[in-house]
């Protein structure tokens, strides 16, 4: 069974709510979600996975916290064991023009310099009030369509995941 590791920062509740969505759609898909907040996980669960989604919510950016997680995972770019795995990023805010899409980009450069295989969300009529070709999204709270745009990207990396298992 292919693990989906599931690894967030949340402030004020949306991105741990769009959590619960990608969980869902890694469970959906089949997949062993391995969820953690960052503050509770470790280099070694990086190594562990087969796939991975990463979410933070939008402060101009990532969190520190995240950002700190991931500068101590250098030696993993070093070594390339992060390559070829599947993964995708998810992130919430207060405000649809408060720079959420900048922070997916953040989120998508980190699994770039680890060779990641990035798992976006395609086209869907949902994609016209929630979401982004980047990954899934919230804004001021979290609605279904926000739900199901978590659903699809925790189901597509897992699915994805299953896949590069074979």
Known sequence: MARILLLYDSRGGLTEQLADGVEQGIQAAGAECVRRRVEDAGVDDLLAADGLVLGSPNWSGITAKLKDFFDHSGDLWETGDLGGIPAGCFTS??????????????????????????????????????????????????????????????????????????
């Open 93 to 166: 805010g207060y405000s649809r023009s408060g720079g959420i899409e900048a922070t997916l980009l953040q989120l998508v450069h980190l699994l770039f310099a680890h060779g990641m295989l990035i798992v976006g969300l395609p086209w869907s009529e949902a994609m016209r009030e929630s979401g982004s070709y980047y990954g899934a999204t919230a804004h001021g709270r979290v609605t279904e369509l926000d739900m199901e745009q978590a659903r699809a990207l925790g189901r597509r990396v897992a699915e994805y995941a299953i896949r590069l298992a074979l």
